[in-house]
T-cell receptor
Framework: DAGVTQSPTHLIKTRGQHVTLRCSPISGHKSVSWYQQVLGQGPQFIFQYYEKEERGRGNFPDRFSARQFPNYSSELNVNALLLGDSALYLC???????????????FGQGTRLTVV | QKEVEQNSGPLSVPEGAIASLNCTYSDRGSQSFFWYRQYSGKSPELIMSIYSNGDKEDGRFTAQLNKASQYVSLLIRDSQPSDSATYLCAVNNEGRRALTFGSGTRLQVQP
């Protein structure tokens, strides 16, 4: 039973470049959320997508964008990379759009992005 | 004031002891509460979820929730060296589409 899968696992980019990160949720889950985790901090919410629509957005600049495909997989795009974008990017899969009783979020292994 | 606060630690306990991890939150509308374990260099792994006041037990883990005090805790009984990790507390208000995380507490279990 496959869990949440993310690709790539590691990535090195140069300042100013663009990056695309990918995520496949758990089978049957329709919601994908993206989080950024910098060293020593908890994950910070970037986006939530449910049924291919954006349902939530965190406090991140417009350089960050995402989309969800008909098969519920998702991409996170970051333009004009800055050194400060270096972080672990996590994808979370959940059954529904909100975390009411019984709905839990499960994380993929993450993509470690280094901007040099 | 941070929305979710945790003591960064490290919390050091001997093997076999009870580890007590605490978390406070500021949003009184929070309804769902989660504990994640994160090993160094890895992604968070869900341990427990709790939604109503009181205790919830799962194996060696017990989550405790007190909404009046805006406090949630995680007890780990018979702590093992393999429990050494960072424990993240996350909360959610149904009106929001995100989990809000604390910065985590680093637990060290000494053999």
């Amino acid at each position: 039973d496959a869990g949440v899968t993310q690709s790539p696992t590691h990535l090195i980019k140069t300042r100013g470049q663009h990056v695309t990160l990918r995520c496949s949720p758990i089978s049957g889950h329709k919601s994908v959320s993206w989080y950024q985790q910098v060293l020593g901090q908890g994950p910070q919410f970037i986006f939530q997508y449910y049924e291919k629509e954006e349902r939530g957005r965190g406090n991140f600049p417009d350089r960050f964008s995402a989309r969800q495909f008909p098969n519920y997989s998702s991409e996170l795009n970051v333009n004009a990379l800055l050194l400060g974008d270096s972080a672990l990017y996590l994808c979370a899969s959940s059954l529904g759009v909100s975390f009411v009783l019984g709905t839990e979020a499960f994380f993929g292994q993450g993509t470690r992005l280094t901007v040099v | 004031q941070k929305e979710v606060e945790q003591n960064s630690g490290p919390l050091s306990v001997p093997e076999g002891a009870i580890a007590s991890l605490n978390c406070t939150y500021s949003d009184r509308g929070s309804q769902s509460f989660f504990w994640y374990r994160q090993y160094s260099g890895k992604s968070p792994e869900l341990i427990m979820s709790i939604y109503s006041n009181g205790d919830k037990e799962d194996g060696r883990f017990t989550a405790q929730l007190n909404k009046a005090s805006q406090y949630v805790s995680l007890l780990i009984r018979d702590s093992q060296p393999s429990d050494s990790a960072t424990y993240l507390c996350a909360v959610n208000n149904e009106g929001r589409r995100a989990l809000t995380f604390g910065s985590g507490t680093r637990l060290q279990v000494q053999p």
